[in-house]
């Protein structure tokens, strides 16, 4: 006899669940996503290239993407984060190369840099890029936000503008990064990333946008990790993942304390990679909403080691804390994102591969739907590569 049947014919009181709510208290939908896109300006034509390890996300070529884009639109879709590169041919290695997602062995690695374009003159090619973009598709229609990593990635990984022993030249990566958020006004682009890897980055870049009294938003990746899983579709793994530039895993204080300052600086939001740093989307979005809660971690021991040894990160420090109502002014206005990685999107095809697209649904939507809880009243948007396949299940 089940225990329903037992219940009701023996009069047994039913046993309270330990559920209360029965309803799901957040759902997902479309407007709570932007779809990731890769666009590799040397193909031609409306045509795509597959890329190793991530099945279902090829890069496209420019007529590609924008015709990409009209179909997202058309399911609901109307944001989008584009990352924008360059690839080389070598007749002797039949694996696509797109830079700057690092495909292939050391030795292509290192035959794409070989052949690098300019920095400026890729910006440029960008720039043309994005105004054809924009002609096609109003703000009203889709939003866009523009990720600069291709502009002037490393042979070591890391960012920027190199000096001739591979130190990074701090000057000359700052006189780009002004120029980017420039040109990235320039084309109207509604949003622009900072990377998480340059000192004031999120100020350099704000100053800029200010002084010319632009409306692009500054999406900065505060938070971002020396992950040693970033590159998993790379046919090599080697030594060269420690860029030096950003944050190492599991260090919360500093992920904490780069939130609060690129908060300062005047980040619009703060985008939390990968989606699955829970820990950190809540913590932003504590911060954002109790000002309590920032003086008492910027009061904390560990902040305050850090800035024994930091006078430039003390002097921030100590002027947020006594002005906190400047700063909690600045947080009403900033809301919290995510970002998925490569890697979580690899293993999620995995599990796909594996377990079947039932599987990986309910993975993603269990990812989703805690990110969106942890982001609470201060969440915009996670950008994933999955957006409309998971949209489209």
């Known amino acids: 006899m089940s225990l329903e049947m037992k219940i009701k014919n023996e009069g047994i009181k039913e046993v309270p669940s330990r559920r209360i709510l029965h309803e799901q208290e957040f759902s997902m939908a479309a407007q709570d996503f932007t779809q990731i896109i890769d666009i590799d300006l040397t193909l031609e034509g409306n045509v795509t290239k597959e890329l190793p390890n991530m099945p279902d996300y090829p890069v496209r070529s420019l007529d590609n993407a924008i015709s990409y884009m009209h179909l997202l639109r058309q399911k ?146 505060s938070q971002n990790i020396e992950s040693r899983t970033s590159y998993i579709y790379l046919d090599k793994i080697n030594n060269r993942r420690d860029t030096g530039q950003k944050i190492l895993p599991g260090n919360i204080t500093e992920i904490a304390l780069r939130t609060i300052l690129d908060i300062h600086e005047g980040t619009d939001v703060v985008v939390v990679k990968p989606t699955e740093n829970y820990h950190a989307i809540f913590m932003t979005n504590e911060f954002l909403d109790n000002k309590e809660s920032v003086l008492n971690f910027l009061s904390s021991e560990k902040v305050r080691n850090i800035c024994e040894s930091n006078t430039e990160i003390k002097e921030n420090v100590d002027y947020i804390y006594n002005n906190i109502n400047e700063f909690y002014g600045k947080c009403q206005n900033v809301g919290v994102s995510t970002y998925t990685v490569s890697g979580s999107y690899y293993l999620q095809k995995l599990l796909g591969k594996e377990k079947g697209d039932d599987f990986t649904y309910n993975v993603l939507d269990e990812t989703f739907k805690n990110a969106k809880s942890a982001g609470g009243k201060k969440f915009v948007t996670i950008m994933d590569r999955n957006t409309n396949w998971y949209l489209s299940k």
Do not use: C, H
Not at 92 to 117: A, C, H, M
Not at 134 to 152: C, H
């Open 76 to 221: 609901g879709i109307f944001s989008v984060v584009i990352r924008m590169g360059g690839s080389v041919k070598n007749e002797q290695n039949s694996v696509y190369s797109f830079d700057p997602l690092f495909i292939g062995t050391e030795e292509k690695y290192n035959e794409l840099y070989d052949r690098e374009i300019p920095v400026y003159q890729f910006l440029q090619a960008q720039r043309e890029a994005y105004k054809l973009i924009r002609e096609t598709f109003k703000s009203s229609d889709l939003q866009i936000i523009g990720d600069p990593f291709g502009v002037a990635p490393n042979k070591n990984g890391g960012w920027g503008i190199q000096n001739e022993d591979g130190t990074l030249n701090y000057e000359k990566t700052k006189e780009l990064l002004k120029e980017i958020a420039r040109t990235y006004n320039d084309v109207q682009l509604d949003g622009l990333l900072t990377l998480g890897r340059i000192y004031k980055e999120v100020q350099i870049t704000r100053e800029v946008l200010d002084q010319i009294n632009s409306k692009t938003m500054i999406y900065s990746f």
